[in-house]
């Protein structure tokens, strides 16, 4: 059954008038899928396709549930939307709704001596932020923007500037509520058991959590609306409120004091990217020494790629600091806090001095350019990321070329393999020649995570938003996956979402079946975001061929 | 014994659903598992069935009709693949002992005892892991990863026979409470109801034997989640219901080179609480706890008999903190984390005291009990007694002493002696919660005294779960007792088990499906 007029009128009742809309205007502006070239292709092949039947804004899970129930009665397919960031928050296919959840922003509980907060799905990391550092706490800093979701952060991917501390988003997802895809509420964790409170993650039993999220994704609304959070906060020394100057865009800039927050800059004397495999190796054997001796706030490193596009303030300022080889090379990066107190700080500082000296590597000095660019511009942008959008700064678009979750060491292989498979495309297929940022295909973020317990990398390409670029860009990623599946990396746990069920599944003990069991149990009609996290059925041979045609 | 009293009972999830079944007698079901395993490791003598029937817990006793002792994940997996096909109940158990009732298989069938699965598979010192078989214990873990300046996690002094895979599937709350070792599950091999083996985080990109993933891939074994869904995170505390593990890697961390014993004593739990949230929001220590003076006394005294000496001479509630520090200027590490203790005592007005009056030698026991199961007799919760049972749940430490009310009022109206009673509050995660346990040590000989405290737990556990406790772990009658309160959260619970378990063939009952 389509999308009628019939269950317009019944969301209306369920909201009142004024808060869903099938406004051509209004539809076509959540049918604009931004950056992602998978977002382009998108757009290019769905066409009004994307525009949805109606957006409709409910002001309470009450609202959500009721508005499943009606796309249950009337079977049509609805989409929760949290910032509207990744392609798989937009209608692929006519009469598709699309849940808006702006008027549910409430931080409805801040807990000080519990480290946590309870959220609806529209508080972005900003508000969040702000509120957290008044009492001494503060949110993992998503390098997607601080204007994004933390609900649909943290239930969807996230990660973060201070990973080494915080992990990604699962690690910072307490409990939920979830709409599921037939209308029913169901809430996890402490938030579950009446009296409890919100401050708890697993049980009462099996942690749903576990259900929620999967690989490094979420089922982008694929089992349903999650309408509210619990998640932690972490302790922050201070100040009460970010102290910042300027416009936040172009020219900004910020600053702890020093009895409270270090910037450090690390390099190693190899040439680049001729010696990018030993550079990277010995960034790895500082994150492994900082680990074993749990020092640190924040501890990355950042390619050539990410510290040109972060720290420009314009795109001809990034233009000159290329030409300029403003960072000859990546460089760790490394932030220390006085959480315990500044003696804790001063004596995390001597043990980071040690270790730097014991991996040769060499302090970037304050009259460097490398350090007036970054530190001195962008390193507490790691903290605040109001500026996210920087990324997108070379094409106003960006992709992750290549994508993993491992040890530390294996990261480093996956670069500097996936870096090279890159490369051989531009040499030989001339893929991504035309590309904006001619850097792209070299270095890679490396964020180890939990005191590097694990890593998560990423390498980035940067097409323009038209569709020949993005088709190269997207054939990049599908030809260094499938050289990483073929040497045997773990990229493709993490990668698995829709069509990639099928195609990876096989390989990794059929779990394809298993989560389109899930996907038939818990939403049989394919409503919920139909396709996510799988489609209920087993993708054709012909289906498959088809997609890895493309 | 015939199998048709393992048939009749109906454990299927799916109303109305009866199992279907092809072998009609335990004759037949025996001669199918010794086609897989040797038939000296399959039990079906009633006086050996009797010994997996019961546990220290109250839980009501269930015999198996048959007990396979197994040595590889292969012969669980054929063993699942037969009970999956014939709709068999199958109970895993993979320590020599039991506290909660989660190994007794309620509705018969067999139990695969995994004990004699002892093989630590790998170790890796770099990336901080260790790679176990279900078999294996504490204290065998711990003494091969001492050799290499590491150690596992572990609670407060696991019995000797605990399982380091039953203990992390359980989530047990450890020592440690620091936010990154919280969570230690790194990748696991699991056997699913289904019969079919399925690797875990990144061991899922192979199929082949778990300890050598890192030769034959490019992976380190450390991406815990997915595939699909967070099984890191499904799979503990539904003891064994979603699937059987055979192997995991879980995280270690260092032995310090340096450490040193605080002690802090208190009269009422009221006062410990403001100090105890700053001691863990300043980070400071690696080992934290809290034990009232018949739980400490239990684990200082020499003999039973002299529990009750030195628990009259201690503090009513001993906060026990661990400053401890690594390879890297190691006094000066200890130096900043006293200063950060002292203030804290300066503030809170107590004073950190290196030991107990009254009792010696006090920080040496403790420090030496630290990172070992228990290794002295009797198991120390149940040394005043002969048994104890306990009730536990998690909370914010703001509203422990509303709940040791609740505890003490409910007990004492059921004439239980408070002096015996025990106290452990347990951080985890820096203090964001805290796993407080009430432990009530009885006479399991005394017919009375375990009536006594068949009402104690049973009441006890109904007004804390009315009071807001959140029994985050689930055994016995906190099944029925939490999930009526919890709205959809079991029924989802069962759409996943009917999900991943269509037969309903893996440790059917235990939570209510």
Redo the contacts between chains.
């Keep these: 059954m389509a999308f009628t007029e019939v269950a317009y009128k019944a969301l209306q009742d369920i909201v009142g008038e004024e808060n869903v809309s099938n406004e051509p205007a209004i539809c076509q502006a959540y049918s604009r899928v931004q950056w992602l070239p998978s977002g382009v292709m998108q757009r290019e092949n769905c066409g009004l396709n994307m525009r949805p039947a109606c957006v409709v804004m409910p002001g309470s899970t009450e609202e959500v549930q009721n508005i499943v129930k009606i796309a249950n009665r009337y079977q049509f397919p609805f989409i929760p939307r949290g910032s509207g960031f990744t392609f798989q928050a937009f209608p692929t296919a006519a009469g598709t709704i699309v849940i808006d959840p702006k008027r549910m922003d409430r931080i409805i509980e801040l ?1 000080e ?4 907060a309870v959220i609806e799905p529209y508080v972005s990391f900003v508000g969040l932020q702000s509120e957290a550092m008044k009492y001494g706490l503060y949110t993992p800093t998503p390098l997607a923007g601080s204007q994004v979701s933390c609900l649909a952060n943290y239930a969807w991917h996230g990660a973060y500037g201070n990973s080494w ?1 915080t ?1 990604v988003g ?2 910072n997802l307490l409990g939920f509520e979830l709409v ?1 895809p037939d209308g ?5 964790g ?1 938030m ?6 919100n ?2 993650n ?10 929620l ?4 994704f979420g089922h982008a609304g694929g089992i349903g609306v999650v309408t509210k959070i619990s998640c ?1 906060l972490w ?1 922050f020394a201070g100040p009460e409120v970010f102290p910042t100057e300027g416009n936040a865009n172009m020219k900004f800039s910020s600053g702890f004091g020093e009895d409270v927050w270090r910037w450090y800059m690390i390099k190693f004397p190899y040439k680049y990217p001729e010696e990018e495999e030993l550079e990277l190796k010995k960034s790895a054997e500082l994150f ?1 020494e900082m ?4 020092i640190g706030e924040v501890a990355t490193h950042l390619a050539q790629q990410f510290l040109y596009t972060y720290s420009s303030v314009t795109k001809q300022d990034l233009f000159d600091n290329i030409k300029n080889d403003v960072f000859p090379s990546g460089f760790v990066v490394v932030a220390l806090q006085a ?3 500044f ?2 700080m001063e ?1 995390e500082e ?2 980071l001095k ?2 730097v000296k014991k991996v040769g590597g060499i302090f970037v000095e304050e009259d460097e350019p490398a350090y007036q660019v970054w530190i001195k511009r962008a390193a507490n942008e790691w903290i605040r990321f109001g500026n996210a959008q920087r990324l997108a700064r070379p094409s106003d678009n960006f992709s992750i070329g290549s994508s993993n ?6 990261i480093v ?2 670069i500097i393999e996936s870096n090279e498979v890159g490369r051989d495309l531009l040499k030989k297929e001339g893929l991504g020649k035309d590309f904006v940022q001619p850097l792209s295909i070299h270095g890679g973020w490396i964020s180890p995570q ?2 590097g ?3 998560l990398h990423t390498t980035d390409v940067f097409p323009e938003q038209e569709p020949e670029q993005c088709n190269q860009a997207i054939e990049i990623i599908g030809k260094v996956a499938k050289s990483q599946l073929e ?4 990229a ?3 990668h ?1 979402l829709g069509p990639a ?1 099928d195609i990876f599944g096989p ?6 079946l ?2 389109k ?2 996907k ?3 939403d049989p009609n394919n409503l919920a975001n139909p396709g996510y ?1 799988t489609r209920p059925d087993v993708l054709s041979q012909e289906e498959l061929q088809k997609m890895m045609g493309h | 014994m015939a199998l048709e009293c393992i048939v009749k009972k109906e454990f299927d999830v799916r109303e109305g659903e009866h199992m279907a079944n092809e072998l009609s007698t335990m004759q037949d079901v025996v001669s199918t598992l010794e086609a897989i395993v040797d038939n000296t490791r399959i039990f079906t003598d009633p006086e050996y069935l009797d010994r997996y029937a019961q546990d220290t817990s109250l839980c009501a006793a269930g015999r198996p009709d048959a007990v396979v002792k197994v040595l590889s994940t292969e012969e669980v997996q054929q063993i699942v693949k037969l009970a999956h096909e014939h709709h068999i109940p199958v109970t895993p158990r993979s320590s020599g002992v039991g506290f909660y009732g989660a190994g007794i298989p309620e509705q018969g069938g067999i139990v695969i005892d995994m004990s004699a699965m002892k093989k630590i598979r790998r170790i890796d010192k ?3 892991w260790v790679m176990v078989e279900a078999g294996v214990t504490y204290g065998e873990v711990q003494a091969e990863l001492a050799k290499e300046g590491m150690r596992v996690l572990n609670p407060l002094l696991a019995h000797s026979e605990k399982s380091v895979i039953t203990s992390t599937l359980e ?1 047990e709350p450890k020592l440690t409470p620091k ?2 070792l919280d ?1 230690t599950i ?1 990748t696991m091999e699991m056997v ?1 109801p289904t019969g ?4 875990t ?2 061991m ?4 082949g034997q778990p300890e050598k993933v890192p030769d ?24 064994g219901t ?1 699937g059987i593990v055979t192997v995991m890697n879980v ?1 270690t961390t ?1 032995i310090p080179t340096q450490s040193k014993m605080v002690f802090l004593g208190f009269d009422k739990l009221e006062d410990c609480v403001e100090p105890f ?1 700053h001691i863990e ?4 220590g690696d080992d934290c706890f809290l034990l009232n003076n018949r739980y400490l006394a239990s684990i200082l005294a020499a003999d039973a008999a002299d529990i009750e000496r030195i628990s009259s001479v201690l503090p009513a509630y001993t906060i026990v903190l661990n400053l401890t520090a ?4 190691p006094e ?2 200890m ?3 006293e ?2 203790l002292h ?1 804290i005592a300066r503030t809170f007005l107590v004073t950190p005291l290196e030991t107990l009056p009254n009792v010696p030698d006090v920080a040496a026991k403790i420090s030496a009990l630290l990172y070992q199961p228990w290794d002295n007799g009797t198991y120390w919760k149940f040394r005043a007694r002969g048994a104890s049972q306990e009730v536990f749940f ?1 909370t ?4 422990s002493p509303e709940f040791l009310k609740v505890i003490t009022e409910v007990a004492a109206q059921c004439n239980y002696p408070l002096s015996d009673m025990g106290l452990y509050i347990q951080p985890k995660q ?4 805290f796993h407080m346990e009430a432990g009530f040590p009885y006479d399991p000989e005394d017919s009375a005294q375990r009536q006594r405290i068949e009402t104690v737990y049973q009441k006890v556990s109904e007004a804390l ?10 055994y016995g009658l ?2 029925d007792m ?2 009526s ?5 079991h ?3 069962k ?2 088990k ?3 378990d269509p037969h309903s063939i893996l440790n059917p009952g235990k ?1 209510g499906f």
């Design positions: 807990n001596k519990d480290m946590y501390i992990g699962a690690q599921l029913e509420v169901v809430k996890s402490s579950t058991c009446p009296g409890a409170g401050f708890w697993d049980g009462p039993g099996p942690d749903l959590r576990g259900f999220r999967g690989g490094m932690k302790q492994y680990g074993k001796a749990e959480k315990t107190s003696k804790q004596y001597k043990v040690e270790i979750v491992d040890s530390i060491d294996s292989y996956e939990e005191y317990y694990w890593c040497r045997k990396s773990a493709a746990v993490i698995l069920y390989m990794l003990g059929n779990v394809h298993i989560m069991d899930l038939k149990e818990f996290a | 770099r990336n901080r989530r936010h990154h969570e790194l699913l079919n083996i399925f690797h985080g990144s899922a990109i192979s199929q034959e891939t490019h992976s380190d074994l450390c991406n815990f989640h997915g595939p699909g869904v967070d099984w890191f995170r499904l799979v503990p505390g539904s003891l979603f995280k260092l949230y929001r300043t980070l400071i690594g390879e890297w200027y000066d590490k130096a900043y984390q200063e950060a203030d998690l914010q430490l703001q509203r820096h203090g964001r919660t779960v009315t009071q807001g406790a959140f029994f985050y772990r689930i906190w099944a939490v999930y309160r919890t709205g959809t959260y029924k989802t619970l759409r996943i009917r999900s991943l939570l």
